[in-house]
């Protein structure tokens, strides 16, 4: 099955840095790969995602970069801000058959201002 | 759009006694949802995969006696955790995925903190 590690555990940076935080996958199958982020307390929010027919996506300050070959993924935050604080998943998906999702174990992020 | 939503937020119960969680999608139909549990500082566990109509099924080790789930629209899934005991104490949340989307995302709602006294 899937496997999904990630890096790093903890991420300190100051704002106004940029934070990258990356995942490798096992299953060459996985096809899409969306990273959330979770907030204290809350449920995890989709803030990004991609697909395995595109190498990069960008959304104002939050970008993905996919590396098929490799089998890896990187979450990359510009001009971070303390509200970018949190608990960032990676996950993988594989086509077809199942609909679960595997996460990585999280990156937790502090921003200090 | 895409919200979903989970109650109640938080319970404290006695032990031995049942306490269901509802989720639901609010502005799409959700044919698939997924129920984790999440514990202190770790990943989302998956526990299992509620089909809208038909049996959940469970991921390798988790009780389907004693978390009874229940797919019966396509906005509403719900879990039961039945005679709850301390060690079922943890943060359990749902995830929905929009039904005939050609896209994968899962929308997940806000959780449930569960505490069994």
């Known amino acids: 099955g899937e496997n999904v590690e990630q890096h790093p555990s903890t991420l300190s940076v100051q704002e106004g840095d940029s934070a990258v935080i990356k995942c490798t996958y096992s299953d060459s199958a996985s096809n899409y790969f969306p990273w959330y982020k979770q907030e204290l307390g809350k449920g995890p929010q989709l803030i990004i995602d991609?697909?395995?027919?595109?190498g990069e996506k960008k959304d104002q300050r939050i970008a993905v970069t996919l590396n098929k070959t490799a089998k890896h993924f990187s979450l990359h935050i510009t001009e971070t801000q303390p509200e970018d604080s949190a608990v960032y998943f990676c996950a993988a998906k594989a086509q077809g058959g199942s609909e679960k999702l595997v996460f990585g174990k999280g990156t937790k992020l502090t921003v200090n201002p | 759009g895409a919200v979903v939503s989970q109650h109640p937020s938080r319970v404290i119960c006695k032990s031995g006694t049942s306490v269901k969680i509802e989720c639901r999608s609010l502005?799409?139909?959700?044919?698939?949802m997924f129920w984790y549990r999440q514990f202190p500082k770790k990943s989302l566990m998956l526990m299992a995969t509620s089909n809208e109509g038909s049996k959940a099924t469970y991921e390798q080790g988790v009780e389907k006696d004693k978390f009874l789930i229940n797919h019966a629209s396509l906005t509403l899934s719900t879990l039961t955790v039945t005679s709850a005991h301390p060690e079922d104490s943890s943060f359990y949340i749902c995830?929905?995925?929009?039904?005939?989307?050609?896209?994968?995302?899962?929308?997940f709602g806000p959780g449930t903190r569960l505490t069994v006294l």
């Open positions: 995830s929905a995925a929009p039904s005939g989307s050609s896209y994968n995302e899962q929308f």
């Open positions: 502005d799409f139909q959700a044919t698939t």
């Open positions: 991609i697909r395995s027919n595109v």
